[in-house]
């Protein structure tokens, strides 16, 4: 691992944690529900009737940003990738490192994932039965490795835009190289960015809206902004960015606690003002449009503000290698693909237990990302996968 990325590749597994605790808090939040009619509607594969407020909170802070910031250091070093592979051996790259796992072992781990879905409903345990109802009733439940078959297709999109960027590298390098030293300015390139690829769309098609055909779903509300972090990220590849905009001496970076500071602030103005703001609709003070219109640019700067503190953070303080957080890096890709199965069976063999939801999403959490971090440590023991996942 090359020490100047050290902080990315610890950024991402950190990500990929978070991930991992967010699936493993939807069982337990206030707003779970379970369709018995198509589980595939239901909030989450296992909804307990133990819940808590705080997950709630948790669960919905993550939501905003993680996703947003993932694709963003997705894109980060594919240009340099491109220049060095050649487009076709990037394209056969990409496909046999996130299609072909989407294609294949993300439906086999869906498979198993979403049984105890099917035996919470029907309380039987027809494997032929279940399959056909996983492909037809349920219509190919993708989970979380739609991040994968996305992420493919921007990157073959990338290929294409990519001579584009090229040809504007030093008007690239130039626009953050001025942001290196203006964090403000930063923020309101993020901003506006984000409320542009995020708020018409969210409030013509709804903030909640997935789309898709079998296992190829995806959030369309958010497809813009995702490829628009993508793109972002391409960008600031462009860039000498660990010694520009991102250098430890940029004005950015150093204002780390502010970004952290100014993030848990927005949330939680966020958090409160939510209710206010439904409060005054219905008393007539505000119409529906400006409220909604109020609350989404709020939200869009949480999302914003959520990205800058984690960005700076890490690259603050994650200046050296360590040994337990490098294997937690190293194994990030596979822990995202395989946490689904841990976390759904232990969800499902807690639903009898009398305890605290809080207990019951610690247990699921630790477990789900111990389980999934060793499995993939000894799947990487296979040269094969070693060298693509």
Not at 14 to 20: A, P, R
Not at 273 to 286: I, Y
Request: hydrophobic share 55%.
């Amino acid at each position: 691992m090359k020490n100047r990325n050290v902080w990315i590749d610890y950024l991402r597994a950190s990500l990929t944690v978070l991930v991992v605790a967010h699936h493993s808090a939807l069982a337990y939040t206030t707003f779970a529900s379970f369709d018995r009619n198509a589980y595939i509607n239901s909030t989450h594969p296992v909804v307990d009737t133990k819940r808590w407020v705080g997950l709630d909170i948790f669960e919905n802070f993550n939501d905003i940003f993680f996703m947003s910031l993932l694709f963003l250091i997705g894109g980060l070093f594919l240009s340099k990738s491109i220049a060095k592979k050649g487009a076709v051996n990037f394209i056969i790259d990409r496909a046999y490192r996130l299609f072909i796992p989407f294609i294949f072992l993300g439906t086999l781990l869906m498979l198993i994932a979403y049984f105890p879905s099917y035996f919470i409903v029907y309380n039987n345990t027809d494997i032929v039965a279940y399959i056909k109802d996983f492909f037809t009733t349920e219509q190919w439940p993708v989970g979380p490795p739609w991040f994968l078959w996305v992420l493919f297709l921007f990157n073959l999109l990338l290929v294409f835009i990519n001579p584009v960027i090229q040809r504007s590298k030093q008007g690239v390098i130039l626009l953050f190289a001025r942001f290196q030293n203006s964090p403000f300015r930063f923020f309101c390139f993020l901003l506006i960015i984000t409320w542009v690829l995020y708020v018409p769309v969210a409030y013509s098609i709804g903030a909640g809206t997935w789309t898709g055909f079998g296992p190829f779903d995806f959030q369309l509300s958010r497809i813009l902004l995702y490829f628009g972090y993508f793109i972002i990220g391409a960008l600031i590849g462009n860039t000498d960015f660990n010694h520009q905009l991102f250098s430890q001496n940029s004005v950015i970076i150093k204002r780390w606690w502010l970004w952290t500071l100014l993030s848990l602030t927005v949330y939680l103005l966020l958090t409160i003002g939510s209710k206010t703001l439904e409060q005054m609709v219905k008393n007539h003070q505000l119409k529906e449009f400006t409220a909604w219109m109020i609350y989404y640019t709020v939200y869009v700067a949480s999302c914003t503000l959520s990205c800058l503190a984690f960005i700076t953070v890490f690259r603050r303080f994650a200046q050296t290698s360590k040994k337990w957080w490098s294997s937690l890096s190293d194994n990030a890709y596979l822990i995202y693909l395989l946490h689904y199965v841990f976390v759904t069976w232990i969800q499902f063999l807690l639903l009898g237990y009398d305890m605290p939801a809080l207990l019951k999403f610690a247990i699921t959490f630790i477990a789900a990302l111990a389980f999934s971090w060793v499995t993939g440590s000894l799947l990487k023991k296979n040269q094969l996968i070693r060298q693509y996942l």
